[in-house]
């Protein structure tokens, strides 16, 4: 185990889109554990477009700051423990920051399972499978027969909400950019329909994709497509925002959609956001019916691994340009 | 019974704020019953920023054009039946358009209970009090203890949502225009702060009246106040959108607030449309609630009744200018 702790700062906040310059690469100290916490080693850093928000302000968490390291959550091992409920060895989902070790509270952390291929505990059996699963499932209350449209459709959350929509029943379409990504979905994922939001006659797709219109939207990006998708709901339709990608890589948006509030009064529209850690008490069964779809086959899961600490700079901003095919990560 | 029947045309469709000139008096023979039909003589118009909106295009209703007699829901009496249900005398609430009297099928209309003052069956027992009662316990699911924050809170469902709120054990922040609104809605209908929207520092004053933050946000307004309140909502607030009226009174607008996704989900925010008749199944509770609070005095009723058939397009003016308190309507 090294003593040298590799870590990457955010050393300057973007004010427009991030780059990799934004970065900087440096050395600490391995951290040692204090009473009640543990060091854990950082094996896979889950790349998320919410990295990104972030940098905006404070969300659901404190913002980043210039000089901090750059925050995020990883897979990691525990190498070094004083507290009663990890051992060395075990495995957890942490915010480690975009660094090779930290040294973190125990108690806040639950030991993972450790199952082949650990990735899929950062895909489908992580955030981005929980994601997808509450975000659907609870806020979108989606019926058999129904039309359930999701944006950032090849994306990790993106590409396992139109499988689940499949899986219960409902007809599924995928918004995505570009014909190639559209063209997985239909063929290798089981969507009924794709349409690319880069496309001049986006909105026309999204008619003839949805022809009696829109039961059940998952917004992973907001803006332009949240409001194409408004005025293509349906009497009575849900939408569950996840996400806002469309909006993190600049200044904050000056306006929202139009239709808010009219179209929301004028259809009965319930729109509801939510965080995945809203539904912690039911993961047990989210796990259980995910590990089911995937044995059987329902549910594929795609991953896009990077290899190599240093190029996490890079993977984010790629990630945030739509580079990604299912859930993102960097290997440590 | 007068052989003619007085008519207010839309002469056409404003394209800024509407004026009285936009529309037309005009006769037409009274009309009579087909079968299943009845004949209803109008008493009272109710006048609703709805109205308004109407104008825009199709809505929960099919838009307005020119040259039609101007849409609106009154009190009425049947003067003849050619219907088993309902006989001469009766009582109904109908889409009888601004006109004295007006032939309908009688199947979609219920017979009223005749009950005194008449106004009532038009304010609090009407869509008002019902669209007030529903939005509020239905889509805000106020606990006791939260702050409820309505704006257009002088207005004729916005004055009742304050006092249901107060009789839930909430705290009730009203937003209307100016001071001596404000005054009213404290000092007469028990609201615990008032805020002027028109005021310079409308977002302060916000601000301290929810020190908090909002937890139910009941929205007549949209624009820059529901903007406003998005940011002052509480984590897990809920937002009921009944309507927009500060957009109505012109073309439709070009942007929604901002906000809109990204603080529905780092809020996690449940906003939610609705129009009355979706609660349809729940009258007769709401109904009895709001006898009882009118009975034992915790909720007063305001009324704004103008005389005159002939001035229903100066009173639609004025109530999109925010001239009434209570419930507008037009005695026939």
Same mark, same amino acid.
Request: aromatic share 6%; charged share 20%; hydrophobic share 40%.
């Given at each position: ?16 889109? +991030? ?9 600490? #100290?391995?951290?040692? *554990? ?42 990691? #091992? ?8 990890? *051992? ?17 509270? *125990? ?52 590409? /396992? ?18 014909? &190639? ?24 797709? +999204? ?22 998708? +408004? ?32 179209? /929301? ?44 600490? &240093?190029?996490?700079?890079?993977? +984010? ?16």
């Amino acid at each position: 185990m090294s003593d040298v702790n590799r870590q990457i700062v955010l050393e300057q906040l973007p004010q427009g889109p +991030l780059s990799p310059d934004h970065f900087r690469l440096t050395e600490g #100290e391995r951290p040692r *554990a204090a009473d009640g916490e543990v060091v854990v080693k950082t094996l896979y850093v889950s790349l998320d477009a919410a990295n990104r928000a972030w940098m905006q302000g404070a969300t659901y968490r404190s913002a980043i700051n210039a000089g901090d390291v750059m925050a995020g959550g990883a897979l990691a #091992e525990v190498v070094e423990s004083r507290a009663p409920n990890l *051992a060395v060895g075990d495995l957890v989902f942490a915010d480690t920051g975009w660094q090779e070790y930290a040294a973190l509270p *125990a108690k806040r952390l639950a030991k993972l399972p450790r199952l082949e291929p650990l990735t899929h505990l950062l895909s489908v059996y992580g955030v981005a499978g929980l994601t997808a699963y509450f975000g659907l499932l609870e806020c979108g209350q989606p019926k058999a027969g129904e039309t359930v449209v999701v944006s950032a459709a090849a994306g990790s959350v993106g590409s /396992i909400v139109g499988q689940i929509a499949k899986i219960k029943g409902c007809g599924a379409v995928g918004i995505a950019g570009g014909a &190639e990504k559209g063209r997985w979905l239909t063929d290798e994922l089981g969507f009924d329909a794709a349409v690319d939001y880069k496309a001049a006659d986006f909105k026309r797709q +999204l008619r003839e994709a949805c022809p009696e219109g829109i039961d059940v939207y998952f917004d992973n990006v907001g803006g332009d497509v949240l409001e194409a998708c +408004l005025f293509g709901m349906k009497t009575f339709g849900r939408i569950a925002c996840c996400g806002a990608v469309s909006q993190y890589d600049g200044d904050a948006p000056r306006h929202g959609p139009r239709g808010v509030p009219g179209l /929301i009064v004028t259809k009965r529209l319930s729109v509801r956001g939510f965080i995945v850690s809203d539904f912690d008490d039911h993961r047990t069964q989210a796990l259980a019916d995910l590990q089911s779809w995937v044995a059987s086959g329902q549910l594929k899961v795609q991953e896009d691994v990077i290899d190599g600490f &240093e190029n996490l700079p890079q993977a +984010l901003v790629g990630l945030l340009h739509g580079e990604n095919r299912g859930k993102r990560m960097v290997k440590v």
